[in-house]
């Protein structure tokens, strides 16, 4: 890749990097494109027989691309076959049985074709086979009988399955067979005795075969095994014998192999697969088996010994494992070998796959098709599914072997090619196409972008872009500036800016313009350098006294413009302030410290960019009365220790020597050794461990390859000393890591996919260089072999896996000098998959006017697709059984977690018309939904009056006036009001009137004028009454204020003063009159010329808003029902439809707001109501 620096001619403005970008482009999907194959079938594709079937092919393109299919090279006809579909803008065929059919007849090789007018590209050959598992035959075992210290063998001969069956042994009491180096099961599932013994002898030895789809166990008839002995004494006095074999009276014999037969063996290993060797040898004692390679050391690191060392697998086979090994078979009588010759053959693999070429007119190019095997595999080239040979002629293409090379492209000769490479072990097939595009640049990422980052940190600026002929790419800043090609700065192939420490002055607009012959385009970035957080004052480590107040300090700096949040942790964990602990901005104080408060504190600053922390140590001491003249000194915190030194080294020790400094009047009561190491983590001290004031020296336990250096803190009971000057370093030699990563999970993001993350280990975890992890996985109780990568980073994502099945896991460190201990597995699962079944057998109960109980069916295990979290019912108010009234529509749900089969919804609005759906809930989503179910809600009591005033215009009467409930719930039948007197802390006799649904005002006539009285208000239905309202009446002052209240209108001044102003009426109306008369203008607008107003409209469409107070009933009439419900509040207990009893469940959204009269499309869901007009609305259409 080239770079070139060129001045600009225009002044003030640097060009600070140009350079052509060569590398692979993606091409924007609303683009026109050859299509590209995104998703397909494994080549080996095998079934469950009881699912229905799924052949992946999924394409992106444009125009979208069409799919058709091939079974066995002919074309499939999908059309023809009821059974076979395909989803819209998909390719992926689903084969469904559940009307019937044989799946058997649906095996063989299917191919996937993907067509635009740009072109045609092919999936793999897709070989799809039913798994099947065969039963074994009938058969007749004759008892096996052998004399102890023989050999035996228990031959299994599974049936055939696909994939073939895993094999184990059991008894008849469901437990295995124990195996050790003297018995085990071989490769080939059969049972091998190195030498029999008395105790083998039993009737049950049962080979099981265990099929992976099916999930079905086949157990072949148990083999009998008598045992004769050869000395007549008990059992149990050879088993305590010291040499059970010389007691019994055996016979020792010298090692021989029972597997593998013959003098000598021959493996044929695949590149990439595993490698698995087996040597079972007769002899008594049970030979010990050993593995070795001739003229060199077994493969390090991919070697592992199972089965008691008879079986050696070697993981990830490469060329350099091909070679002669040999398996040892010794006891104490002999030993003798077995070689194996292995020889690693390799299915095609690619070397340089082709990639999407992209093209500009008259431009040339080239695809490169590179793949290596053993033996060395054949290259095709094929152009839109056709060999090349017999395609359309191309002038302007030729084939040199692995290679096309295109010149002088022109407009319409896009096309998908196709390369094969195969050999006797397989083949490889990749499509890449070749698109002619002619296209000015264009941005593609987000424009105006702003990054904002702390000064010193590395920066990026990306500056994604399309165009064809590729584009050359520059980079402004501020339209000037000096050079920033190379130093602090760097450019790489794809177009970004990295910063490697950003300083202030790099802040400002950054400009990236993509050119190319048709065009330019740009995008700019703004970069905003901040200040690092520090703390100016950290926590110092302290002793206090028990019952005393402390202060841990924490002064932190931070850029003004960034948010802080500062936080403390004790001993690593969040520190729970409790009342005796108050943080303020800079502080942490602690009152009536205790011994519990002992320990490390972390004050932590952190903003949305960085974050700092430092520590102390807090030791509480028990009061004590001071026993010295040297009390009364002034005191202060320890001189820092001095002279230190390093002897005794050790690969993982040495002893720290220093001197102790001066304790200035304060006794020291620890010393705090720190270390430092400046591989991963430089500059940065850590506490190693802490020794009591007594000594002067300490042995230290170091990790392999760290770089350390030393320093060591005094305490006393004022804080602690400086840090001494540091020691001389020491570098400790590396070993393999003693510990695996911790936090492993294996847990799916997508569909198909399954994340394994886990927690890496730090720097002085890791001992050794290039740490890396073995992450290794299995489906489990599949019988698979073990799957592994290695990575450097905290995370490896498995694809194309079964939806939500369980894997094993298992992740282990690795480093330059080994790998780490056998790590322990976990259970993780594969991504989850939409539910397919819906709930069913529905069954609505109403308990009463606001809740119903609901039982459904549960749905099976195998259409969750995952973890069961929730059935979950969406309901809706469809009406309200009032007329006129209008209702939110809006769906509200309700969660009924768990594998239940019944639960409550409740704070439903009464009277109402609902309906209701059910779906099942697992990790990713919801399932389909079910079919709607009405329900009525009869009614309930209604809320309480909107509003009660009282008015008192005089001393004889009080007035009360109410508004109607703001939810009835049901036909309001009328009111109660219930008052009372009281004066003071005195009342009187509660007295109740009752009142028609249409009445909202009544007048109580006083008898005692100075008395005051206490309103209850309560609406009703035929179910009963609802909450009450209340209110009081004013407060009387006296007598003679009452009498001071006289009429304004009787009064001289009043009359007076209204006479004047008609007087000034009449004047003016006349001035008025006399203009008009000598001909004034005045402006005139026509009706017709005057557009109307927002009211005006509301009137010409007919439309207009109305409040609950315009819905009430007429004076003198009463709203009624067309029908009437009879009252059926229920007696049922809403426990019946809980878990456990409690009858508690979650529910989710709000139920305010489902009443409402206005009419507001917004917020209604389906059609307009066709409820009967209301006679407001009547009152309204007339004026």
Known sequence: ???????????????????????????????????????????????????????????????????????????????????????????????????????????????????????????????????????????????????????????????????????????????????????????????????????DSRTDYSCNARFHFTHTIQQKVPFNLKVLSKNPRNESFFLNHTDMYSAQGITEKIPSFMVPSGTSSRKVALRGEDLLMECIASGVPAPDIMWFKKGGELPSGKVKFENFNKTLRITDVSDEDSGDYFCMASNKMGLTRHPISVLVMAAPYWLDEPKNLVLAPSESGSLVCRANGTPKPMIQWLVNGEPIEIAPENPNRDVAGDTLIFRDSQIGSSAVYQCNASNEHGYLLANAFVSILDMAPRMLGQRNQLIRVIETNRTRLDCPFFGSPIPMLRWFKNGQGSNLDGGNYRVHENGSLEMNSTQKEDQGIYTCVATNILGKAESQVRLEVKDGTRIMKGPDDQIVKRGSTTRLDCRIKSDPSLKLTVSWLKDGSPLYLGNRMRK??????????????????????????????????????????????????????????????????????????????????????????????????????????????????????????????????????????????????????????????????????????????????????????????????????????????????????????????????????????????????????????????????????????????????????????????????????????????????????????????????????????YKLQMVVVNGRGDGPRSETKDFTLPEGVPSAPRYLRVRQPNMQSIIVEWGPPEHPNGILTGYNLQYQPFNGSRTGRMMQETFSPNQTKFTLMRKDPLSRYRFFLKARTQVGEGEATKAESPVIVNEAYTKSQVDIATQGWFIGLMCAVALLVLILLIVCFIKRSKGGKYPVREKKDVPLGPEDQKEDDGSFDYSDEDNKPLQGSQTSLDGTIKQQESDDSLVDYGEGGDGQFNEDGSFIGQYTVKKDKDETEGNESSEATSPVNAIYSLA
């Open 584 to 913: 303020d901005e800079g502080s942490l104080t602690i009152h009536g410290v205790t011994e519990k408060d002992q320990g490390v504190y972390t004050c932590i600053a952190s903003t949305e960019l960085d974050q700092v922390s430092a520590s102390a140590h807090l030791t509480v001491q028990a009061a004590s009365a001071p026993t010295s003249r040297m009390t009364s000194l002034p005191k202060d915190k320890p001189d820092p220790p001095r002279d230190l030194e390093l002897t005794d080294l050790t690969e993982r020790g040495a002893r720290l020597t220093w001197v102790t400094g001066d304790d200035n009047n304060s006794p020291i009561t620890d010393f705090i050794i720190q270390f430092e190491e400046d591989r991963y983590q430089p500059r940065t001290w850590h506490n190693l461990s802490t020794v009591r004031s007594n000594v002067n020296s300490a042995v230290l336990k170091l990790a392999p390859y760290v770089n350390y250096q030393f320093r060591v803190l005094a305490v006393n009971e004022l804080g602690s000393s400086l840090p001494s000057t540091p020691s001389e370093r020491y570098q400790t030699n590396g070993a393999p890591p003693e510990i695996n990563p911790s936090g492993v999970r294996g847990v799916g993001s997508i569909k198909n996919n399954m994340e394994i993350t886990w927690t890496p280990l730090n720097a002085t975890q890791a001992y050794g260089p290039n740490l890396r992890y073995n992450v290794i996985w299995r489906q489990r109780n599949t019988g698979e072999s073990w799957k592994n990568v290695t990575v450097r980073t905290s995370k490896h994502v498995v694809v194309q896996t079964p939806v939500y099945v369980p894997y094993e896991i298992k992740v282990q460190s690795e480093n330059d000098f080994g790998r780490g201990p056998e790590p322990h597995v976990i259970i993780g699962y594969s991504g989850e998959d939409y539910p397919t079944a819906v709930p069913t057998d529905i069954r609505i109960r109403v308990l009463n006017s606001t809740a119903i109980g609901l039982q459904w069916t549960r749905v099976s295990a195998s259409s969750i697709h995952g973890q069961l979290i929730e059935y979950r019912a969406y309901f809706w108010r469809e009406s309200s059984l009032l007329k006129n009234l209008w209702v939110s529509r809006k769906r509200q749900h309700v969660g009924f977690v768990g594998d239940r089969t019944r639960g409550v919804v409740s704070q439903l609005l009464p009277y109402s018309n």
């Open 1 to 199: 890749m080239g770079m070139w620096r060129f001045p600009l001619s225009h002044a003030g403005a640097l060009l600070f990097c140009l350079y052509p970008l060569i590398t692979a482009i993606e091409v924007p999907l609303h683009l026109n494109q050859p299509p590209t194959i995104t998703k397909q079938s494994a080549k080996n594709h095998i079934v469950d027989p009881r699912d229905n079937i799924l052949i992946e092919c999924e394409a992106k393109g444009f125009p979208f691309p069409t799919f058709t299919w091939t079974r066995n090279g002919k074309f499939f006809n999908i059309a023809k076959d009821t059974r076979v579909s395909m989803a819209r803008r998909s390719g992926t065929l689903n084969i469904d049985f559940r009307s019937g059919g044989r799946r058997e007849d649906y095996e063989g090789e299917y191919q996937c074709f993907v067509r635009n007018e740009f072109g045609t590209a092919l999936s793999n050959k897709i070989l799809l086979q039913v798994s099947r598992s065969s039963l074994w035959p009938k058969e007749t075992l004759d008892p096996v009988v052998v004399e102890e210290g023989s050999s035996l063998v228990l031959q299994c001969n599974p049936p055939p399955g696909l994939p073939p069956p895993v094999i184990f042994w059991m008894s008849s009491a469901i437990e295995p067979i124990h195996q050790d180096k003297r018995v085990s099961q071989g490769l080939n599932g059969d049972l091998y005795f190195s030498n029999v013994m008395l105790p």
